[in-house]
């Protein structure tokens, strides 16, 4: 919302700066947004008269001239514009001026030998026109030493708001003034708005054509015949006021419908009169009826706008935009004002629906002032009368008025409750009543009724709203907030947002860079991770392959990791913590850990060194980030089942199914899995590989055991030396070593502290088909140390139940 | 000269000659061992006379302790200087480079760093961290926030929506946070205070926007707290995360459908060379906003707003994280480029506390 500070002293009796009116809009929830104030740009240029100009000694073509500024003495200034002549009055600036048409800051100077000190300027200098042919050449009767801009009334500072979309009454210079009034700046002078008698009944008649349930559309409808207007370009302080806040003036019927948009928040529309054939029917549209609309565009109705039609069929989308058909031009003699109400709701969606954003359909969508759409048509007539002459009809007036709101019941206690501060009652009236509101009652309770232009009242919050804001925000007391309990705080985080907060640092110091990817990902490779359903893929994606809520982190990292690759990064190790979506439920929402090793980015290092060059990534180093972090998380491993295989084996799909597993604690207890990614999945995303990744649901995890003290088991430590043995088999190469080592491990649960894979070899000295591997078996003795004889027999047994399991046979 | 003191210089001699731990060896035995010239003396003393003995005994014995002091002298020397040779000859060039560590390569988000910041120092004012999911539904979006249907404040939001379902309900990727703060106060008792982080969705792309960006929302509700208590927890807020001592901050009525009176909050500046500092200068810029919880919203759940009161207040994750720590774009934030990463993300253990202090 645009208008100047003339514009709004026409309303607000105010001495106040520029400055003070704009800090206090802000102030009272009017934010301004930007101020543009050639007056002060332009502060240092002044009008001066010239005592005498005579030729310069020793240039034809500059002249000296001898200035009175209005300040003291009179200045010397060489000057080469071709009009400066003794006796006239021009625009000076003294040295230290910017003269923005040169972008120069001026300094004294010493032309051809003469002392210069200052400027007379052109229009183009001061950039006010094109005009550079000579100096500004005033009237005889200009004030000498009075700055130029406030001659010529460019003083008029435009100021922008932006308007909250509750404050539709500030919209209107007139409630802009209102509540700068309140605020303490001045008095409220906005206009009286007199009836204008109509001569003759308005020729033409308006029907209402809607049924029952339809008739919020057009609560209420004016109409008034002005016929004999001369419609001729609008008078120029008209015609200035649209041009400073942007919009351009077509002819007196228009400029006064805009006028009267901006100066009272009230859009009419002005019908020429001659061009509507019989009378007119306000209704819904017909589906497939057109219009072709003032902004010259064509558009297609549908039976949810709302449209003014006549004889011809649709003249006007209500409350929106005129039609081309009827618009009043410099030929129309006699005219017809439309003053409304229509339903914020409807006209929303029509404007929406049809793509136009005009100044009426702004400030309906939002409220206007229902009481105002009489007022509203009589001072428009009023103007047209006195710009374009004429006679006025009667008016018109289809429907009713909304009854206004009932009063708000009021306790004055109710500002302190809400806000802590503690104000007079007679301050809190006042700034009510300043507003427009109607304050009825005596005492602690009051009634309140809002004033017809604020919709927006409903409630005690809305009053206390209106008062603290004219009362101002800065007087609100800061008030430490009191701690619930005088106590230490307890801990307020859940268990899984601190599992959720630990991942992120145990990841990072796996050597892991955090990435945040977006929610959304392509159809498509939601699809390759499991998601893709109908339910998660927005109707209104940003872009096309930002289309499907992620089943999974991994197509994010996967694609960031390229991303890096395609720069130069090829060894890249990413991870993410965040939300995935099985379906459009809460529940249907997880917490998911990824992690993303690409190239040789391990954990020892990356790259080439002059120590060994590491290795490509492999499904170990996800192995390792995923049972790091789950034994950095403290979860019990104990009971998690590792199961090898692919989507056949219930495993992920984007796994290679013969370097991947599933990892769960019993069959439905799955919380992720890991892997080499699949060659087709690297095919279908466009991307290169080696990569290997991991992902599980931290929402899965198993929660600890509640403990009701924080004492730790007890430490039992044997005095005994542990004795190692070890053993290599030979076994099909299909045998899992993870599940040798729980045979041998079972084996003797109490004496077996741990068993370890030293080594694994496949090759020469081994049949085809078979692999060996070596256990390293490590004995606890607890009681007593183990003879040899004991220590043989843990080992038979571990060899016979090898041999027995399968079909291994010790390494000769 | 006698013939001990012979022997004597002339084993001396030898040892002092001796230049490894063998040819030492090898002198040892000349003269300690079995057949050795010592051992040969010190035999001769059994078949003395007792005078012989009394005169000669201590001329050997004497030579022989000599002689095995002046051998574990030199063999003393000799294994210096055999360790000073090996370690010289075990010199490494230690400026080689070691491998980085995966400590020193992994980076934590700004986001979630940021987000550790505000949770520290919530954390210490008592509040709790509440989170919802992201797909919404109208319902606990806009309408229990009193956002009328059709509302123009609806198309601020520039919101996701997916497809109706059979019902004809379509569902939404939240707008903002506050559908948590919904959901909170239909499960909980008042004293309430929470804190609400979470991902966001509008669709809206430039240079500060993003169709995903982050929020945190506050909310406190008990039968007292007023708009002093949420200006002094916003102040107190700003200062802590932003690490200065003062803050000068504005308090601007605005308006949204979910508070009343509503509020937006600028904080002063400086911007000299297009760097923010805050605490400093005589520009104001916009941070926060938030407000008393509406009556509507709080009848919506459930709550009397006769009874009960509140505020609550919403401000960007990315948005105070850039301000903070300097980063004039926002979208980078959201394309995991390891460079960026790298330069303005965190060290694994840069744990913020307010005992050790947010950032270091």
Redesign the interface.
Known sequence: MKFTLSWLKDHLDTTDSLDTVTETL????L?VEAVEDKAKALQAFTIAYVIEAKQHPNADRLRVCMVDTGAGEPVQVVCGAPNARTGMKSVFSPPGTYIPGKDITLGKGVIRGVESNGMLCSAAELQLSEDHDGIIDLPEDAPVGQPYATYVGLDDAVIEIAV????ADALGVAGVARDLAAAGLGGLKTPQVLPVRGAYPCPVKVTLDFAEADKHLCPAFALRLVRGVKNEPSPEWLQARLRAIGLRPINALVDITNFMTFDRNRPLHVFDAAKVKGDLTVRRARDGETILALDGKSYTLTSEQVVIADAHGVESLAGIMGGEASGCDETTTDVLVESALWD??NI??SG?ALGINSDARYRF??GVDPDFTRPGLDLATAMILDLCGGEASEIIFEGDLPESASAIDFPWSEV??????DLPQIEMKLALTSLGFHVSGAGERVKVAAPSWRGDVA????L??EI??IAG??R??????P??KGEV??P???VL?KRT?AA??L??????????????ISHDAATLFGGGS?????????AAD?SD?RPSLLP??IR?GQ??AD?G?GD???FE???V?KD???E??FIAAAGLRRGTAR????GR???GAAKPVDVFDAKADLMGLLTGLGVPVGGLQIVAGGSSAGGPAWAHPGRSATLRFGPKGVIGAFGEVHPKVLKALDVKGPLVAFEIHLDALPLPKYKPTKVKSKLALSGFQPVTRDFAFIVEKTVAAGEMMKTAQNTDRALIADVAVFDLYEGQGVEAGKKSVALAVTLQPVDKTLTEAEIEAVGAKIVAEMAKRYGAALRG | MNEIDNLGASLLADIAGAQDETALEQVRIAALGKAGSISALLKTLGAMTPEERKDKGPLINGLRDKVQGALSARKEALGEAALDARLASETVDITLPVREGPEARGRIHPISQVIDEITAIFGDMGFSVAEGPDVETDDLNFTKLNFPVGHPAREMHDTFFFAPDANGERKLLRTHTSPVQVRTMMAQEPPIRVICPGRTYRMDSDQTHTPMFHQVEGLVIDKKAHMGHMKWVLEEFCKAFFEIDNVKMRFRPSFFPFTEPSVEVDIQCSRKGGEIRFGEGEDWLEILGCGMVHPNVLRNCGLDPDVYQGFAWGMGIDRIAMLKYGMPDLRPFFEADLRWLAHYGFRPLDLPTLTGGLSS
């Open positions: 802000t102030r009272v929830g934010e909250t979309p509750n404050r914020p709701l929303a969606r929406r969508e939002r302190k409750r809400l806000t802590g501060l409630g005690k919050a809305d206390v709203e603290v804001r925000l800065d609100v007391v800061s008030t430490p907030l701690r619930i705080v307890k307020v985080l859940t947002q907060r992120k640092r990841l990072a110091s796996r050597g892991l860079v955090e990435a945040v990817t977006w929610s959304f109908r339910q998660l893929v927005l109707a209104n994606p940003i930002l809520m994010g990292l960031a991303l890096n720069r990064l890249v190790a990413l913590v965040g939300q979506f459009d439920t809460p249907g929402q954990l020892e290092g990356v060194h002059w120590d």
